[in-house]
């Protein structure tokens, strides 16, 4: 039997420092000292009379055994968890959830999301970061987030993907503002979008080109938040995911019209790295499947 020769925290430690590619981001990880996780290396490696990985100035790098053993060590992780999911005590599982959401999720059913899956992992805290798409996937890849809910298209392919559902575009005005039935009528004014990486936003701007239609006209922000407020207030049309005006309109505040050109429907997803991700980040996303359903 292994008995107190090997522990789950000197196995996390390990995992931790490897993802996270300094002792000092496992250690903040982990909620404990760069020290602690020193230690638990070198007892690791002690006991195994193994050399795991080599100290680089400001990184690690693995040895040979230690990647061999790496694979190894996730699936003991795993298991851990598995054993408490099949007891019932999800609630023993003390970690992070480092999520990253697009705003246009924010503003939607994030807060269902979340209140779910604290009933389904109460010891797990939740370090939420909103942002723009193409931030959350450069954090993502760089293994800053552990799950991302956000919009495509993607640069980099992971194999946790799970499709969220589809959120078209629509045009807005309040309802004193005067709009035009022809694109190019529309920008005798301004016309809100969104921030200027924006995938709709591109498209907004290509499409003007294409038909000969001054881009100066056009009103972006960062925040699909503030560009409601300022369609709302009577500044413009605006181009907006439903989704985020749905109130809005329901309520009179805003009414939709076609101009005859849309950009195309956002898609979302959960994404995250099954190679490296706990169980309960795959949980998590599996969550958000059936929330944004």
Same mark, same amino acid.
């Given at each position: 039997?292994?008995?107190?020769?090997?522990?789950?925290?000197?196995?996390?430690?390990?995992?931790?420092?490897?993802?996270?590619?300094?002792?000092?981001?496992?250690?903040?990880?982990?909620?404990?000292?760069?020290?602690?996780?020193?230690?638990?290396?070198?007892?690791?490696?002690?006991?195994?009379?193994?050399?795991?990985?080599?100290?680089? /100035? =400001?990184?690690?790098? %693995? @040895?040979?055994? +230690?990647?061999?053993? !790496?694979?190894?060590? #996730?699936?003991? &992780?795993? /298991? =851990?968890?598995?054993? %408490? @999911?099949?007891a +019932?005590?999800?609630? !023993?599982?003390?970690? #992070?959830l480092? &999520?990253?959401?697009t705003?246009?999720?924010?503003?939607?059913?994030?807060?269902?999301? !979340?209140?779910?899956?604290?009933?389904?992992?109460?010891?797990?805290?939740?370090?939420?970061d909103?942002?723009?798409?193409?931030?959350?996937?450069?954090?993502?890849?760089?293994?800053?987030?552990?799950?991302?809910?956000?919009?495509?298209?993607?640069?980099?392919?992971?194999?946790?993907?799970?499709?969220?559902?589809?959120?078209?575009?629509?045009?807005?005005?309040?309802?004193d503002v005067?709009?035009?039935?022809?694109?190019?009528?529309?920008?005798?004014?301004p016309?809100?979008?969104?921030?200027?990486?924006?995938?709709?936003?591109?498209?907004?701007?290509?499409?003007?080109?294409?038909?000969?239609?001054?881009?100066?006209?056009?009103?972006h922000?960062?925040?699909?938040?503030?560009?409601?407020?300022?369609?709302?207030?009577?500044?413009?049309?605006?181009?907006?995911p439903?989704?985020m005006?749905?109130?809005?309109?329901?309520?009179?505040?805003?009414?939709?019209f076609?101009?005859?050109?849309?950009?195309?429907?956002?898609?979302?997803?959960?994404?995250?790295?099954?190679?490296?991700?706990?169980?309960?980040?795959?949980?998590?996303?599996?969550?958000?499947?059936?929330?944004?359903g």
């Open positions: 039997m292994i008995k107190s020769q090997l522990t789950l925290k000197q196995l996390e430690a390990f995992v931790s420092v490897v993802d996270m590619g300094t002792f000092r981001k496992a250690a903040h990880a982990l909620g404990t000292t760069q020290p602690n996780i020193s230690t638990r290396i070198a007892s690791l490696e002690q006991t195994l009379s193994t050399v795991l990985m080599h100290r680089d /100035a =400001g990184s690690v790098r %693995l @040895t040979e055994k +230690g990647a061999t053993l !790496l694979e190894a060590a #996730r699936k003991v &992780l795993l /298991a =851990g968890e598995d054993f %408490l @999911t099949i +019932g005590r999800q609630d !023993l599982i003390d970690d #992070r480092r &999520l990253g959401v705003e246009l999720v924010a503003c939607t059913w994030l807060h269902d999301f !979340l209140r779910a899956f604290k009933d389904l992992y109460p010891s797990v805290r939740v370090e939420l909103v942002n723009l798409s193409v931030e959350i996937e450069k954090d993502l890849a760089a293994n800053q987030l552990d799950l991302a809910l956000q919009t495509g298209p993607f640069a980099r392919k992971l194999g946790g993907s799970l499709p969220l559902g589809h959120a078209p575009y629509c045009w807005v005005a309040a309802p005067a709009t035009a039935e022809t694109f190019a009528a529309l920008f005798e004014g016309v809100i979008s969104h921030g200027r990486n924006t995938r709709a936003s591109a498209a907004l701007a290509e499409h003007a080109r294409s038909e000969g239609v001054a881009m100066n006209q056009i009103v922000s960062s925040s699909l938040t503030s560009c409601v407020a300022m369609a709302v207030d009577g500044m413009g049309p605006a181009l907006l439903r989704p005006v749905a109130e809005e309109i329901a309520a009179g505040r805003l009414r939709e076609s101009c005859g050109w849309l950009p195309e429907t956002l898609e979302l997803f959960a994404r995250f790295d099954p190679r490296r991700t706990p169980r309960f980040v795959q949980d998590a996303a599996e969550l958000a499947t059936r929330i944004a």
